[in-house]
């Protein structure tokens, strides 16, 4: 390595032709990037070849300028450190390479979200205080609905999909097709999360007695002599009806990250608990349940995550009525369809203060694990 | 490591090369595009009064940039414009806006959005607003007039004709500070009642004409043993409960009159006010009495409007008789779906099935209609003269001509000769329109969007919800919900 270090020092003291080769290609790179990003947002450049040639033509000047031109820009900014003396390049190398990382952060993250929180205390009727949007918010009655449902969800969902997830993991395990048997538990994460609402409508939908029932469980319901359920209708059936729609995706995801710590428990561990004369399931508690406490966390803090911005789910299933709405569709249906900006962002930041702790859990966690500083 | 170097040195030149090359040919191409399509105009111009002046000379449409449109001045250049309509509408649409395109020379790309409402407030938002758009609520249009987003037209649009023309009420409905923002292109009747034909003729029975005659009839029919009078489902994806709210509309309109109607949607009086309980009273009484509604109450939250019918159309015979919608419905029966030629459908409107008019209740009243309608408002600034010729287009009768006389359209113009609808519905309808007493647009596309399409749609959820049960809480919830203007 010091050899290395050495050789890369000896660069920097470089002959005045290769500056001024840098510097040109600097110089390129950036009036390039600069000429393919004025084509891009010029509505006539491209006209004359035509609607389709012009897409095209437009389609692969932006994949060259993302992958290429992003690249060239890492490169060139590279060469351009690697001019400065030796111990500015070693101290200044570190931030060219983040730095684009945090401002795009900035731009696209962190600036809307302090926007939306500065929105949710200015976008007030006239003569309101600052805190108009959250006292609504906190008094609104479908709100306190929301709120209660959003609570009910983040109990019941991480936890079916942990538990279940854990119980696949624990015995695909011992399966001879243990990838073909993953996979069918995965797919449902594959589809996205208004596919799957359109599943379990069908899954659910309620036609009255004596019609052909067409969704599934009514149909089941039915032949064995039963009268149909308006799953979606009935309080609180429905709210646990579609937390069942999600458990279904998330369990996926909870059992492969399940399954790849399970593998990762030392094989010795386990052997040495079986002379102890310990049971399968006693083996599975005490030994491989502590080994992957870790992961269990990641799982479940995650998936708790995603049930405080569900959404799709409810507003292609119900859409809120019948008492399921959650605090994402009501933030949605105020922004969208309300245009009440300052509701809309006061729910926003309302959410955002409660995935807080969650992130707090995680990231203590991945500490634990040595993942991060 | 230096090989590596140089590497990457002939990949950026070559980069470099390739994209000089590409920015050098554009720049010279778009140049010569901008010059051919200049000559293009010119000689089409010039085409244009030449076969003006040889052939008939063109009348005057009263619309001045459309006739400066109809004389070719435009050719070449493009119109975006945007609606709902998609699949079988979107032919028509298109079919309505082909003279225009052809007599012009103007590229009109029409583009029928899915999830309307959401991908224009979305482009908008994005800065990427199309020319024109369809609007179905005339609150959307306040909200986005209010936004800065909308174009007053009534500096070059010649308003008065309009005002002339169209069935009285519309052009106030685009009108905000003296300024206009739109202009209504199509309307639908509301306040008319299907039934199938056949089985009804069969069974003896006789259109009512009255409200009392057609709550009678109502109970003949469930106790004639043929099984329940009303077809009823408001299940209509994100937008649940809209027909309800229609239908508490139309007996608001004819049990209090369009006068407290028009006080009732602007806020003037308070939404629960005695006189629309009553109306609620009046609609409980068809929607939750016993055996009145097919699947009763869990089936009206249940149903989408889609399927509402399909009990009606029952092959062993109707299972419900009545569904109350507007007249584009039959689209949506079964048999009638995805179905491009229209001469094959199943229950052909005015043979199969047919309508009446939703009887009126207070003799005082009379006979109000409850309609809605689409405007196009105009996104982009209004100097391209192209744009404001197709919006011109778009309010006299040939804006429409070919959709009407495919039928499933009603213009709010009252110029458009009785003999284009040739279709069984609007040949029945337009009668009804003209002839109505008063003519009340649909309140809740006219409340604050708060109200009209989110509490009073999740209202009257609720309150089938509860089979008919808490009126006074629930509309009390609304009116509390009202936001302050």
């Keep these: 390595m010091p050899e290395a270090v050495e050789a890369k020092l000896e660069t920097n003291r470089r002959p005045p032709l290769s500056i001024v080769r840098d510097l040109t290609v600097a110089v390129g790179v950036i009036v390039l990037i600069w000429l393919g990003l004025r084509v891009l947002r010029s509505e006539t450049a491209l006209d004359a070849l035509g609607p389709f040639g012009g897409k095209l033509v437009q389609a692969l000047i932006g994949i060259v300028l993302g992958v290429v031109g992003i690249w060239a820009l890492f490169v060139v900014a590279n060469s351009l450190v690697e001019l400065l003396p030796a111990r500015a390049t070693t101290v200044i190398r570190p931030y060219v390479f983040v730095g684009p990382a945090v401002v795009v952060l900035s731009i696209f993250l962190l600036a809307p979200a302090v926007g939306t929180i500065i929105q949710s205390f200015t976008e007030v009727p006239e003569g309101e205080g600052p805190f108009y949007n959250y006292v609504q918010a906190f008094t609104d009655p479908a709100l306190q609905i929301a709120l209660r449902n959003n609570a009910i969800w983040l109990i019941l969902a991480p936890a079916g999909a942990l538990l279940i997830g854990l119980a696949f993991a624990g015995l695909v395990d011992r399966v001879k097709r243990e990838s073909l048997a993953k996979s069918f538990i995965f797919i449902p994460l594959c589809i996205s999360g208004a596919g799957v609402a359109v599943i379990w409508r069908f899954i659910y939908e309620w036609r009255p007695e004596g019609q052909p029932q067409i969704g599934i469980l009514n149909a089941i319901v039915t032949s064995f002599g039963g009268e149909p359920v308006p799953w979606l209708q009935e309080i609180p059936t429905n709210t646990l009806a579609l937390i069942v729609a999600f458990v279904w995706i998330q369990t996926g995801f909870a059992m492969v990250i399940l399954s790849a710590a399970i593998k990762g428990v030392p094989v010795e561990l386990m052997e ?91 990231v203590r ?3 634990r694990q040595g993942i991060g500083a | ?112 959005l899915p999830d309307y409402e959401l991908a224009l407030q979305t482009r908008v938002d994005g800065n990427d607003a199309p020319d024109l758009a369809q609007i179905a609520q005339p609150g959307k249009m306040a ?8 174009v007053d037209i009534s500096g070059w649009f010649n308003v008065d ?20 923002y739109g202009v209504y292109y199509k309307t639908d009747v509301k306040s008319i009642v299907w039934y199938p034909v056949a089985p009804f003729e069969e069974a003896g029975y006789a259109i009512p004409t009255t409200w009392d005659e057609m709550t009678a009839l109502s109970d003949q029919i469930i106790a004639d043993g043929n099984g329940n009078p009303w077809c009823i489902g408001i299940e209509s994806e994100a937008a649940d409960g809209w027909v309800a709210t229609d239908w508490l509309e139309d007996i608001v309109l004819r049990t209090a009159g369009v006068d407290f109607y028009n006080q009732w949607w602007k806020h003037e009086v308070p939404f629960n006010s005695p006189e629309v309980l009553a109306a609620a009273e009046q609609m409980s009484a068809i929607w939750f009495a016993p055996d009145y509604v097919f699947g009763g109450n869990t089936a009206i939250n249940a149903t989408n409007i889609r399927d509402v019918a399909n009990p009606m159309f029952d092959p062993a015979g109707p299972q419900c008789w009545f569904q109350k919608q507007a007249s584009w419905i039959p689209e949506f029966w079964p048999g009638n779906r995805d179905v491009p030629d229209r001469e094959a459908w199943a229950n052909p409107p005015g043979e199969a099935s047919s309508f009446f008019y939703l009887p009126g209740i207070d003799p005082a009243v009379g006979n109000p209609v409850l309609g809605a309608g689409d405007m196009f408002s105009m996104f982009t600034d209004g100097d391209r003269p192209e744009v404001r010729a197709l919006l011109e287009y778009l309010a006299t009768p040939q804006g429409a001509q070919a959709w009407i006389e495919v039928g499933g359209f009603i213009s709010p113009n009252t110029t458009v ?52 049960e808490g009126t006074e809480e629930i509309f009390q919830g609304i009116e509390d919900g009202w936001p302050a203007s």
């Design chain 1, 272 to 362: 040495a608990a079986r002379i102890d004369g310990a049971g399968e399931f006693q083996t599975f508690l005490r030994i491989v349940l502590p080994s992957i406490r870790g992961s269990v966390i990641t799982v479940f803090t995650v998936t708790a995550i995603a049930v405080l911005k569900v959404f799709d789910i409810v507003y292609v299933t119900t859409n809120g009525n019948f008492e399921t709405d959650v605090i994402a569709n009501r933030m949605f249906n105020e922004m969208f369809r309300f245009r009440n900006f300052g509701f809309a962002t006061a729910l926003a930041v309302i959410l955002l203060v409660a995935v807080i702790p969650i992130m707090v859990v995680n």
């Design chain 1, 365 to 367: 966690n991945l500490r």
């Design chain 2, 1 to 112: 490591m230096k090989k590596y170097r140089w590497l990457w040195l002939a990949v950026v030149m070559a980069f470099v090369i390739a994209a000089c090359g590409g920015g050098d040919a554009t720049t010279t191409t778009a140049g010569e595009g901008a010059a051919t399509t200049e000559g293009g105009a010119s000689t089409t111009a010039a085409e244009g009064e030449a076969t003006t002046t040889a052939g008939a000379p063109a009348e005057s449409t009263g619309f001045e940039h459309l006739d400066q449109a109809m004389a070719g001045e435009f050719e070449g250049t493009t119109v975006e414009i945007v609606a709902q309509w998609v699949e079988g509408e979107e032919e028509n649409f298109n079919a309505a806006l082909d003279p225009f395109r052809e007599a012009t020379g103007i590229d009109v790309q029409y583009e029928g």
């Design chain 2, 143 to 150: 909200s986005y007039q209010a936004d800065g987003q909308l």
């Design chain 2, 161 to 180: 004709k309009l005002r002339e023309e169209q069935v009285a009420g519309f052009v106030e409905l685009t009108e905000v500070d003296g300024g206009v």
């Design chain 2, 417 to 468: 000769p009785q003999d284009w609808y040739t279709t069984y519905p609007n040949t029945e309808l337009v009668p009804i329109l003209n002839g109505a007493d008063a003519f009340g647009f649909d309140a809740s596309d006219l409340m604050p969007a708060e109200v009209g399409a989110g509490s009073f749609w999740t209202g009257m959820v609720n309150w089938v919800a509860a089979n008919g």
